[in-house]
């Protein structure tokens, strides 16, 4: 059974072309797509964006974990999505930050 971690944000639709190859929040993407591997229990991850938006763009950020305590693991390391995010926060407004954790469903 797998563990999600995911961190959902939005950010203005002026802000879109951060989404595009080399600027900030794909760079991040990118980022944790390249050092999240090498984690323990680490399985997979994705970065996606909403096609459906008008006033702001809603973005969520999940990794899935093989067990409990890999992703307890990773939610208290720097390598936590809501964390390593943190660190465009000057570059790119992100509003309405939140995470939540799942558990697949048997």
């Known amino acids: 059974m797998a563990y999600i971690y995911q ?3 939005d950010i203005k639709p002026e802000q879109m072309s ?4 080399g600027a900030a929040l794909e760079r991040t993407a990118g980022y944790l797509r390249t050092l999240l591997p090498e984690a323990p ?3 997979t991850i994705r970065a996606m964006y909403a096609l459906d938006y008008q006033e702001s763009i809603h973005i969520v950020v ?3 974990w093989e067990t409990w305590d890999d992703l307890e693991k990773h939610r208290h390391s720097t390598l ?9 926060k000057p570059h790119v407004s992100l509003q309405h930050l939140a995470v939540h954790i799942y558990e697949d469903m048997a």
């Open 80 to 88: 936590a999505e809501d964390k390593v995010l943190m660190e465009f």
């Open 7 to 9: 961190v959902g944000f």
């Open 41 to 43: 229990g680490f399985v």
């Open 62 to 64: 999940e990794t899935a």
């Open 18 to 21: 951060q989404l595009e190859i």
